[in-house]
């Protein structure tokens, strides 16, 4: 959708369905993705490059010049700028993000080893959202302008007001510090993430480990850590899809076909939940695809707020530690990440909507 | 739900019948009806009124202490004493420092209203460059098309699949290496949330324009032989900004939020330089978890507050310009 909806005058799709059908418009759709990686690593790259060598930026002070010089001639950084950036350029469609300065490794060693985390949580909080969100919506459609809408819209609107950190905070203090409900801060206590290790090929996901181990304290214990995390980023998120629902909702909720259900006597109930909800839902499905670029942002300042270890936390470290390498391949992975999320969005939208189909 | 008489609810809208004459004939419409949140505010009824002012009241709090912050904060912003007295540091409210003190030894309360000048500077920097700059290429993309055109399509979409924040950081690292003073931080903060913003902008302007252009009294003008920076301006421009208000009012909030996000993760403006409410958030995480709420809580309402404010009379305005609220309405409004 974002790559298309302004190819055309009135949000018609630059390949015309009539052209060829699905695949082609599959194919046409993938390879819009290319011009996007690259210029997103372009603008990285060169952004990154602008206050001089990584290594001098990262280790500069620490070490005695001549030692500097040396490390940045071993990398390669006193070559000519343009020839590094060819050669990053295709490192990264050979799947090879750079390495880090700080503590050497690979890239795409840290997205294998804390992806899963920040997936975990992403999924906690996307079910926090949907649980959220969608209900609410359909109640604020439905009483529109009356008192339930107005606390909701508020409610949605101060959602989005706070910022995430903000909301970790205030959750933490309340929960962990004065109830002492939940744990501050982490992933799993010290105990369980020993249990975890023990697990043969971990997922990384500690809930799917925890389940294989057939632990329910450790099932407890996950889950009792992804609670604060989970609800923080997922009430943000749940925010914007109660005011999408409610938007999208009132809109199907004015054409004529509802009006023509209502006066054959289709119950109000029925008449939110299945016809005007169920056309509703295919702008709701794209905006929602789109907003993972958000809560990918979202993860980076939540997983920071709790110690939670995946690649927003690493990136915050990295940050702190003034690896540029380091944050330019992350940075840059998960631009590639949402770039192939809106593809799997769209391409998911042209399924469901028959107007793209045929 | 299933109680309710099933009246049907897009006729009770809340749609005056005046302002859709607007359009056709500009001249004759009262200034009053001209300013943008002055008119809205006289469509206004009811909840939304009551939404929009609220909104106003808060936005206008925050100007009015941005801009005051001098003569309303007791202290300065990096002062750890008064009178040779030592505040000490994470001191609890007390009457030297009424909201306590940070794990520095500075005065929150002071740290607070300071924090809201440098957050008004940054949004009204952010706010203006990415206006001109977006209207100018959606304008320029939109009227000659061709390969200019695809290009920064091709490039504004791109960017718009870097999630703001990660955009944002990396702009910052370009800009000041990571670190800054006041203006400089400000500086590289805005010009960050321009890069996020700019694309926003230009796609809707761009799409206005396209729209805009292919209509009679365009080619009229072109017709009779209009020069075409007159054509873009007075013609095409004014005919396509009737959007721009409330993404005004999203992207100030956004920068806002951007501002604190930068500054969360270490990436704004020093301490000692200027007061910035996302720093201190960033460095009361490890006071909340000892039951230091005092450093945590104020600059977080603040940010609070002047978002909500922002964004109320963002919402109102996109409501009352489009009562009946189809998709129209930007659905990712707060992405």
């Known amino acids: 959708m974002v790559m298309l909806a302004d190819e055309g005058t009135a949000g018609t799709p630059l390949v015309s369905p009539k052209s060829g059908g699905m695949w082609r418009y599959i194919l046409v759709r993938f390879f819009l993705i290319i011009p996007t990686v690259i210029i997103v690593v372009t603008v990285v790259f060169f952004l990154t490059r602008f206050t001089g060598d990584p290594i001098t930026a990262s280790l500069g002070g620490r070490l005695p010049p001549d030692q500097l010089a040396e490390r940045i001639a071993a990398a390669g950084y006193d070559r000519p700028v343009i020839v590094q950036y060819l050669e990053y350029l295709s490192g990264v469609f050979r799947g090879d993000f750079g390495t880090t300065i700080t503590d050497n490794r690979p890239v795409g060693v840290i997205l294998l080893t804390y992806g899963s985390a920040t997936l975990e949580l992403a999924f906690y909080a996307l079910i926090v959202a949907l649980a959220v969100g969608i209900p609410l919506g359909l109640i604020a459609a439905a009483k529109r302008d009356r008192v339930p809408d107005a606390f909701l819209r508020m409610g949605a609107i101060l959602f989005y007001a706070t910022p995430i950190f903000f909301v970790a905070i205030v959750l933490k203090l309340i929960f962990s510090v004065w109830l002492g409900w939940l744990p501050v801060a982490g992933r799993a206590s010290t105990r369980t993430e020993l249990l975890l290790q023990r697990v043969e090929n971990p997922t990384g996901v500690y809930l799917i480990d925890a389940i294989r181990l057939g632990s329910p304290a450790a099932i407890s214990d996950v889950l009792w850590h992804a609670v604060l995390p989970g609800l923080a980023l997922g009430l943000l998120t749940a925010g914007i899809f109660l005011r999408l629902v409610r938007t999208n909702v009132i809109g199907t909720l004015g054409a004529q076909y509802v009006t023509s259900a209502r006066s054959r006597g289709v119950n109000e109930y029925r008449l939110i939940t299945k016809h005007a909800y169920r056309p509703a839902l295919i702008p709701i499905i794209t905006v929602m695809g789109l907003q993972i670029a958000l809560l990918l942002s979202g993860a980076v300042l939540t997983e920071k707020s709790f110690e939670w270890k995946g690649i927003g936390f690493m990136l915050s470290e990295y940050i702190k530690a003034r690896d540029f390498i380091a944050v330019q391949g992350i940075i840059i992975m998960v631009a590639i990440i949402v770039a192939f999320t809106n593809f799997l969005v769209d391409i998911i939208a042209a399924m469901i909507d028959p107007r793209v189909r045929y | ?335």
């Open chain 2, 1 to 335: 739900m299933s109680d309710e008489n099933p009246t049907p609810q897009a006729t009770d809208a809340v749609a005056p019948a005046s302002p859709a004459t607007t359009a056709i004939s500009p001249r004759k419409v009262p200034l009053l009806d001209r300013i943008p949140v002055i008119s809205h505010f006289r469509q206004s009824v009811g909840l939304q009124r009551g939404m929009l002012v609220f909104g106003l009241v808060l936005s206008t709090a925050f100007i009015i202490v941005a801009l005051f912050a001098q003569w309303i904060a007791p202290y300065s912003w990096a002062q750890r004493s008064v009178d040779g007295q030592d505040f000490g540091t994470q001191q609890p409210p007390n009457p030297l420092n009424i909201w306590g003190t940070t794990v520095s030894g500075f005065d929150v309360y002071s740290r607070v209203i300071w924090g809201a000048q440098t957050a008004f500077f940054a949004i009204v920097c952010a706010v203006l460059f990415s206006i001109f700059l977006g209207i100018f290429l959606g304008l320029v993309s939109g009227y000659f098309g061709g390969w200019l055109d695809r290009i920064l399509v091709v490039i504004a979409d791109a960017i718009y699949a870097l999630p703001s924040l990660l955009l944002a950081i990396v702009l910052a690292i370009a800009i000041s290496g990571g670190q800054s003073s006041l203006w400089s931080g400000i500086l590289s903060t805005s010009l960050a949330i321009t890069v996020v913003f700019v694309p926003q902008y230009f796609r809707v302007i761009r799409a206005e324009v396209v729209r805009v252009k292919a209509e009679p009294f365009v080619e009229s003008a072109r017709v009779i032989g209009v020069p075409t920076h007159r054509i873009l301006t007075r013609h095409v421009l004014r005919n396509s900004t009737r959007s721009i208000p409330v993404i005004v009012t999203l992207n100030a909030s956004e920068a806002l939020l951007t501002l604190a996000g930068l500054g969360f993760l270490g990436f704004g403006i020093e301490a000692t330089a200027a007061a910035e409410w996302g720093y201190d958030l960033g460095r009361s995480v490890a006071d909340v978890s000892s039951g230091i709420w005092w450093t945590a809580i104020p600059p977080g309402v603040a940010i609070v507050l002047v978002v909500l404010g922002i964004t109320l009379v963002g919402e109102s305005i996109n409501d009352l310009s489009d009562p009946r609220l189809r998709r129209r309405r930007r659905a990712g409004g707060a992405a």
